[in-house]
């Protein structure tokens, strides 16, 4: 059994940072790519960045290119998502997630359909 736990999010004034983490437990992590998704009450969860499992290849949504970065620590089973520059369109409830199969590449993750997800930590970001 997959399990995802997310921390990282409170409450912060546009143009802060945040640093989000999600531990994933129930098997090894290290050779699946891994991603971060957000959602808004009302909203379709939408994509926000993905990881290669070397961590050698990234992806972002237009949205927050230049201001996240995501890695991840496979040691620890662990991937960061490093929020700098605050919008207040970035408050959401954000997700981490991993495909079933070491096989999906980071390039897909966007679109991979997901059985599981964890509980999420919820960004505020004040104007």
């Known amino acids: 059994q997959v399990q995802l736990v997310e921390s990282g999010g409170e409450l912060v004034q546009a143009g802060g940072s945040l640093r989000l983490s999600c531990a994933a437990s129930?098997?090894?992590?290290?050779?699946?790519?891994m991603g971060w998704f957000r959602q808004v009450p009302g909203k379709e969860r939408e994509f926000v960045a993905a990881?290669?499992?070397?961590?050698?290849?990234?992806y972002y949504a237009d949205s927050v290119k230049g201001r996240f970065t995501i890695s991840r620590d496979n040691a620890k089973n662990t991937v960061y998502l490093q929020m700098n520059s605050l919008k207040p369109e970035d408050t959401a409830v954000y997700y981490c997630?991993?495909?079933?199969?070491?096989?999906?590449?980071?390039?897909?993750?966007?679109?991979?359909?997901?059985?599981?997800w964890g509980q999420g930590t919820q960004v505020t970001v004040s104007s």
């Open positions: 990881i290669s499992w070397t961590g050698g290849s990234t």
């Open positions: 997630n991993v495909p079933k199969s070491a096989r999906v590449p980071a390039s897909d993750l966007a679109n991979y359909e997901y059985d599981y």
């Open positions: 129930g098997r090894t992590f290290t050779r699946y790519a």
